[in-house]
């Protein structure tokens, strides 16, 4: 039997399922997503491990990338023989210059071809790498407790899931392969260049560390610049999703302006972490040019020599003319990389930015945890329970009460005293510090998580639906229902009159978070989406908050016959649903202070009186009022 939270905020029910009342002290700190504590080797080494089931298309497309390196390198020699043969005015060989140009041909056409090979092959590892990057990214999320969620910005975890995958895709791997190629072409140089002749090669390998040095120090000093930048991209993309999706309420209190100052402020952080960086990077090119610049005019005035003089080294104008290719060759490697620095520094930033996000510690089930056995009778039994969401803030404490099969307990009290915590804690969604919670009998601790979620049913003050058809998402937690029973189930929750008044009735397509429906109607699919499930508990969280008086009757006449036999926790606000429980919790500050019905706890004259009163001082009863 699925569970379904029809309440959930988000994208997806796994993704936030319960966020109630934090009572003191808020959210707990949760992991620290550091970013920081991965070194370039460990990165770079995990990487690599993506890419092994797509080995083929790696080693493919090094193969291809090595022998079109490998051709480029042939292609000067071949033009500096064809110089050669142009001996003066009137005076060309053309018997031996045309095989030489059949060959440049065929070279350029090969490796024309390979370099288009190893270009797609790149592409295509670097797309089946960022697939399974972005898919465990994702599933991460189902394994990551509520606590997490809870603490860290949902924007930036989404920036993580999003934008840093991509920014690996494009940056480290395709850099990566040109990393490989760049460093066989300036292998490949030197031999060719030491062929023809070991004196002017060399004057070209004692100018190369100026340009690795160059490159090296312009690397160390825009790392840390583009890690800033990649945080507080992360940070700019959680404060626009919270705006955006609040928008409402900060239009509702006016602050508008206050907002914009505020996303100003961290954009213009951005914007100075982002420039400091690019202007770093932007170093490296022209360095690397000027270096090169050095080495073509070396070479150049020392070939010269040895063609007039013949020292140290006898050389002919071809020949000059392939080293002074290969000059260029050599350090076009060098150019090239110093040019994707920017790139491969953001990639590195971002890859350790995701890695972080997928090392989180996982909401695992104990080793030895067994599956909630069936048939499920919904007892439910609190036993000395304690919790606290910050250690030294205690929150609940000393909890103990029993829910037998069948029966309808209500938790009320003022905001923050812990109503919604019992529940996560009843889902573990967070783990008691001391005490036990008992599922028929069994403690939940030794349960795993998916079998004890799967005995509830839930619906919160807050609907969630997402893009689809109505159809689907009644029947999200029951996907092979029939036809029938998704109406049915409509029928139930009263909501089957406005689905076949929409265009399409059952296979209209509301939009996310039910578009243009009111939220009344988006509660009641919600609704009706648990009584679908039929599941062994119900657990409500001011379930009809959203549903007008009339509405409100017939939904709670549809609840009570869907509560009768079977275990209902209610998150009680509205005095119709606490008047027909079978007992009322009364909580104030983490302590159960009172219970008994209704009537009994009037009677008594004691927190719930007064509430009671409270409420009722200047206004008598009336359908929907609320407790707290």
């Known amino acids: 039997m699925p569970n379904i939270y029809t309440g959930a905020a988000g994208g997806a029910a796994s993704l936030r399922m319960v966020k109630g009342d934090m009572g003191q002290g808020g959210g707990p700190a949760g992991n620290d997503l550091d970013a920081s504590v991965y070194s370039t080797r460990e990165v770079v080494s995990r990487l690599l491990g993506y890419t092994k089931p797509h080995r083929i298309s790696m080693v493919v497309s090094l193969v291809t990338a090595a022998v079109s390196t490998l051709l480029q390198l042939y292609v000067p020699i071949l033009i500096g023989q064809g110089i050669d043969l142009l001996i003066s005015e009137g005076h060309v060989d053309f018997a031996a210059l045309q095989p030489i140009c059949v060959r440049l041909a065929i070279v350029v056409v090969i490796a024309g071809f390979s370099q288009w090979l190893s270009g797609w092959c790149t592409n295509r590892l670097s797309y089946e790498t960022i697939r399974d990057l972005r898919i465990d990214a994702y599933k991460k999320f189902r394994h ?81 610049s583009f890690a800033d930048s990649q945080a507080i991209q992360g940070e700019l993309g959680g404060y626009a999703e919270e705006m955006i999706g609040n928008q409402k309420l900060v239009s509702a209190f006016a602050r508008g302006d206050e907002c914009n100052k505020e996303f100003s402020e961290i954009n213009g952080r ?113 036993e000395d329970v304690c919790f606290s969401y910050v250690k030294d803030r205690p929150l609940l404490q000393n909890i103990t009460f029993e829910v037998k099969p069948g029966q309808t307990f209500a938790l009320v009290g003022p905001t923050g005293c812990g109503k ?18 008992r599922i028929d009998g ?28 109505i159809r689907q998402n009644i029947a999200y937690g029951r996907p092979d229902a029939t036809d029938e029973e998704v109406v049915a189930a409509a029928k139930r929750a009263h909501a089957h009159k406005f689905i076949v008044q929409l265009p399409h009735g059952y296979d209209t397509v509301v939009e996310e978070n039910g578009g243009s429906l009111s939220q009344g109607q988006c509660q009641l699919l919600c609704i009706a989406r648990v009584m679908l499930t039929n599941p062994a508990i119900l657990l409500l969280d001011e379930a009809t908050s959203s549903i007008d008086t009339r509405t409100e009757l017939q939904v709670q006449d549809a609840f009570d016959r869907m509560m009768e036999g079977r275990t209902s926790l209610v998150v009680a606000h509205r005095l119709s649903t606490v008047r027909n429980a079978d007992c009322i919790l009364v909580m104030k500050d983490g302590r159960l202070i009172e219970h008994g019905t209704h009537d009994e706890l009037l009677a008594q004259g004691g927190f719930y009186a007064t509430l009671y009163e409270s409420q009722f001082a200047n206004n008598d009863s009336r359908p929907g009022a609320k407790v707290d």
């Open 144 to 224: 990551l407790p509520l606590s997490f969620i809870d603490s860290h910005s949902h924007g930036d975890l989404l920036s993580r899931v999003v934008n840093d995958v991509d920014m690996v895709g494009e940056g480290l791997l395709q850099g990566f392969t040109q990393l490989f190629t760049g460093i066989f072409a300036i292998a490949g140089t030197l031999v060719f260049m030491f062929s023809l002749s070991v004196p002017v090669a060399l004057v070209v390998v004692c100018v190369t560390p100026l340009s690795i040095l160059v490159a090296w120090l312009i690397a160390r000093f825009s790392a840390k």
């Open 270 to 382: 951005l914007y100075t972490a982002g420039e400091r960086a690019q202007f770093i990077s932007s170093l490296s090119n022209p360095s690397t040019r000027l270096v090169n610049n050095i080495v073509y005019a070396s070479v150049a005035v020392f070939g010269c020599i040895c063609v007039i003089t013949g020292y140290p080294s006898p050389l002919t104008a071809g020949q000059v003319q392939s080293f002074l290719s290969y000059a260029n060759q050599y350090m076009k490697p060098f150019n090239e990389i110093s040019g994707v620095v920017t790139q491969l520094q953001t990639a590195l930033a971002s890859a350790r930015r995701l890695f972080a996000l997928l090392d989180a510690e996982d909401e695992p089930d104990e080793a030895g945890c067994k599956e909630l056995a069936e048939p499920r009778r919904g007892r439910i039994q609190f």
């Open 420 to 437: 919604t915590t019992l529940i996560n804690l009843l889902l573990r969604f967070y783990d008691v510090d001391s005490g036990t919670i």
């Open 442 to 469: 069994q403690d939940t601790a030794a349960l795993t998580r998916e079998s004890l979620r799967s005995a509830f049913g839930m619906v919160l003050q807050d609907t969630w639906l997402f893009k689809g058809t």
